[in-house]
């Protein structure tokens, strides 16, 4: 087996302007891909599947890929209703409050910033959340 694929540019510098944007903000290459943290919480994680590997995001996001795949925090409703919607939305087994979306040509963006958002504030210090700017 060779070097794990690699998350298409485009998809990572689209996530960075999101993230980036957090107060205190931490990106940083994972065990594959990158992860953007606040403080030591993962907030957002996006890697690529390729030939059913790594196999539990291959399993949870129903995938052989190859296809990118970002995972994020949630809460409350919100969480409850992703982790029961349709593809391109799937729920991870091995963390409670984790849920993913594939990445594709159809991918809505604006989603994507309001979920990461979401997930930044679900992670984050109260006085952080604080600084953000109003949606």
């Given at each position: 087996m060779g070097e794990p694929a690699e998350v298409p540019d485009e998809i990572v510098e689209r996530l960075r302007a999101v993230c980036g944007a957090f107060p205190e903000v931490v990106e940083e290459r994972a065990w594959r891909g990158t992860r953007w943290r606040i403080r030591q919480r993962a907030f957002a994680h996006v890697l690529e599947v390729e030939d059913g590997n790594p196999p539990s995001y291959a399993a949870a996001a129903r995938t052989d890929g190859p296809a990118s795949v970002l995972t994020f925090r949630s809460a409350g409703p919100e969480l409850a209703a992703l982790s029961h919607a349709a593809h391109p939305f799937f729920k991870p087994v091995w963390?409670?409050?984790?849920?993913?979306?594939?990445?594709?040509?159809?991918?809505?963006?604006?989603?994507?910033?309001?979920?990461?958002?979401?997930?930044?504030?679900?992670?984050?210090?109260r006085k952080l959340v604080e600084q953000m700017r109003p949606v």
């Open positions: 963390a409670t409050n984790v849920v993913g979306v594939v990445l594709d040509d159809d991918t809505d963006w604006d989603e994507v910033a309001e979920l990461l958002t979401e997930s930044y504030r679900v992670s984050a210090p």
